[in-house]
Nanobody
Framework: QVQLVESGGGLVQAGGSLRLSCAASGRTFSSYAMGWFRQAPGKEREFVAAIGDSTWYADSVKGRFTISRDNAKNTVYLQMNSLKPEDTATYYC?????????WGQGIQVTVSS
């Protein structure tokens, strides 16, 4: 069973930075791609970033967010800079194992204007 636990969210002013962490357990971490998604109130969950053999970003965060991983710590990070009020959402860590998607519990990020 894969478990994902996010941390690092909170309230920040526009233009500020936050770093989210996602600690994974339950399988060999380094072999799998990891991703971040977010969901704002009243909106569908959307892709933010992913890391595997390469990195991928949504256009809305490209140049501001950076995804990285530390395989020794089984942790993936999302460094968020130049935050905007429209980045306000619940952020979820994600991976797929044996065809099954796994999600963390989500963590709130609120950006005030």
């Amino acid at each position: 069973q894969v478990q994902l636990v996010e941390s690092g969210g909170g309230l920040v002013q526009a233009g500020g930075s936050l770093r989210l962490s996602c600690a994974a357990s339950g399988r060999t971490f380094s072999s799998y791609a990891m991703g971040w998604f977010r969901q704002a109130p009243g909106k569908e969950r959307e892709f933010v970033a992913a890391i595997g053999d390469s990195t991928w970003y949504a256009d809305s965060v490209k140049g501001r967010f950076t995804i990285s991983r530390d395989n020794a710590k089984n942790t993936v990070y999302l460094q968020m800079n130049s935050l905007k009020p429209e980045d306000t959402a619940t952020y979820y860590c994600n991976t797929i194992s044996k065809g099954v998607p796994y999600w963390g519990q989500g963590i709130q990020v609120t950006v005030s204007s």
